[in-house]
T-cell receptor, first 117, second 113 residues
Framework: DGGITQSPKYLFRKEGQNVTLSCEQN?????MYWYRQDPGQGLRLIYY???????QKGDIAEGYSVSREKKESFPLTVTSAQKNPTAFYLC????????????????FGEGSRLTVL | AQKVTQAQTEISVVEKEDVTLDCVYE???????LFWYKQPPSGELVFLIR??????QNEISGRYSWNFQKSTSSFNFTITASQVVDSAVYFC??????????FGSGTQLTVLP
């Protein structure tokens, strides 16, 4: 089945450690996104990528890094510089219309919950 | 800048009641898209509807209906005859000239049996 797979579903990290969250999609979508969700704050955009080997900072990129070496993969690294990393992380993708404009609808993975001990 | 406001943080209803979730947005773009997503306890956001700024027709899909009013910058979502399975967090979102969605803070809906 086509979709977005995020792993791991749950992750525990000690302070000072970097962790990488995986996001893989087999939908052949051009654009991929990482969002962070905190209680009562909705979703905030961390990074996004519109094509391979290119990505842009979102609203809260500090303390995070990404790569986009393959169209289907967009891993997110939460570095030790991220002051408050405990959160629920959601990966999403969407296709572009032939005109180059995004169609708008995002497809989401099931999320990864990171807890810093 | 664009903004989406969902003033209702939590709503509880008894099964079979109707419930309306409010969404108010702000944007300077003349062309934009509005969305509703559902987030069940499993965590994955499920797309419900997309509406563009030029289409103010209300839409009905089964027990779901949406009321888009540009004059009040609102895109409200009504569930008729609610069911326990409707319990979830519901997000309203806006995409303007930028290629990113701006989400509201979400409304937690609890439907009691």
């Amino acid at each position: 089945d086509g979709g977005i797979t995020q792993s791991p579903k749950y992750l525990f990290r000690k302070e000072g450690q970097n962790v990488t969250l995986s996001c893989e999609q087999n939908l052949n979508h051009d654009a991929m996104y990482w969002y962070r969700q905190d209680p009562g704050q909705g979703l905030r955009l961390i990074y996004y990528s519109q094509i391979v080997n290119d990505f842009q900072k979102g609203d809260i990129a500090e303390g995070y890094s990404v790569s986009r070496e393959k169209k289907e993969s967009f891993p997110l690294t939460v570095t030790s510089a991220q002051k408050n990393p405990t959160a629920f992380y959601l990966c999403a993708s969407n296709p572009y219309a032939p005109s180059g404009r995004a169609t708008g609808e995002l497809f989401f993975g099931e999320g990864s919950r990171l807890t810093v001990l | 800048a664009q903004k989406v406001t969902q003033a209702q943080t939590e709503i509880s209803v008894v099964e079979k009641e109707d419930v309306t979730l409010d969404c108010v947005y702000e944007t300077r773009d003349t062309t934009y898209y509005l969305f509703w997503y559902k987030q069940p306890p499993s965590g994955e956001l499920v797309f419900l509807i997309r509406r563009n700024s030029f289409d103010e027709q209300n839409e009905i899909s089964g027990r779901y209906s949406w009321n888009f009013q540009k004059s009040t910058s609102s895109f409200n979502f009504t569930i008729t005859a609610s069911q326990v399975v409707d319990s979830a967090v519901y997000f309203c979102a806006l995409r303007g000239s930028a290629r990113q969605l701006t989400f509201g803070s979400g409304t937690q809906l609890t439907v009691l049996p």
